[in-house]
């Protein structure tokens, strides 16, 4: 029997990267999952799939509506929607801070909204009513240069998620936020491929103390760890899924004794 037995997902940003990745393993531990994406190209392993942009309220809340009253019940919401983006301040058009804000933060905040209403009428299963998992970053944890828009949307998510954590907690939502470092998707390609960066790009995989890149089914699984009920008792955390990225600088003292 698999974790996420018959339980109802909803996926947004599921048509690549990490929202993918969790799709495929929740159908595989046996949840239903329903895929949300401004993108067509729907995920191996949904049984739904809704084409909007989580920007757009009237069509959030129609979308998760349809799926409650299809099935029942949302039980688990997986917000990895997002978008990359920022620069110094003092370049950075308000136009581009909107964009990266309105996705990451506010489009978090708008299905947790709408999930929510859903989740606080169905009965509890095993005293839960629902789980929340947002996908903020390491990025929401600690400054980086040139982060200004990401950073501060990822931030923002931190902390709705620990805010949602304490409003509902009393009525059976538990609410995470999973905090990745870098991980291999189409995203960190936009951000960090090309011949330019490369510089960057080694020095960034170096700080992982694993010395690689994350991978999205690595992310997925701690999402399926937080969506089942292995982590009943787990809410309100960020917890970085990074490698070792944000465990402490590390100037190679240790290399030099031969580790
Ligand atoms: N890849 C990383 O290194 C990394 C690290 C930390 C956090 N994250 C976060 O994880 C999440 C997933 O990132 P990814 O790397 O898989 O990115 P990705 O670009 O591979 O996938 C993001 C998906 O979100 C969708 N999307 C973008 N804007 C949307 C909108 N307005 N409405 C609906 N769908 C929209 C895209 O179409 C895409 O399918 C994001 O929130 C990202 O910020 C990624």
Not at 28 to 46: C, K, L, M, N, P
Not at 54 to 70: G, K, M, P, Q, S
Not at 111 to 117: D, M, T
Not at 141 to 162: C, R
């Amino acid at each position: 029997m698999g974790r996420l037995e018959a339980k109802i997902a909803v996926v947004t940003g599921a048509a690549s990267g990490i929202g993918a990745a969790c799709v495929r393993r929740f159908a595989d531990e046996g949840a239903r999952v329903f895929g949300i994406d401004t993108s067509e190209a729907r995920a191996a392993g949904a049984f739904g799939w809704g084409r909007l942009d989580v920007r757009d309220e009237d069509a959030i809340a129609r979308t998760l509506a349809e799926v409650a009253r299809a099935h029942g019940r949302i039980d688990v919401l997986v917000n990895a929607a997002g978008v990359a983006g920022g620069g110094p301040v003092h370049l950075l058009d308000a136009a581009a801070w909107d964009r990266v804000l309105d996705v990451n933060l506010k489009g978090t905040f708008l299905a947790c909204k709408h999930a929510l209403a859903h989740m606080l009428a169905q009965q509890p299963i095993d005293a839960e009513r629902g789980s929340i998992v947002n996908l903020a970053s390491i990025e929401g944890l600690e400054g980086t240069a040139g982060g200004s828009a990401y950073n501060a949307s990822k931030g923002g998510v931190v902390l709705l998620t620990k805010n949602l954590a304490i409003d509902y907690g009393r009525r059976g939502i538990r609410a995470n936020a999973i905090c990745p470092g870098f991980v291999e998707t189409p995203m960190l390609e936009g951000v960090l491929g090309g011949e330019a960066m490369r510089a960057v790009r080694d020095e960034i995989r170096r700080e992982h103390k694993l010395r690689r890149f994350g991978r999205p089914e690595e992310i997925a699984a701690v999402a399926c760890f937080l969506a089942s009920s292995d982590a009943s008792f787990v809410s309100g955390q960020a917890i970085a899924v990074d490698g070792g990225f944000t465990a402490g600088r590390d100037p190679g003292v240790t290399a030099l004794m031969g580790l």
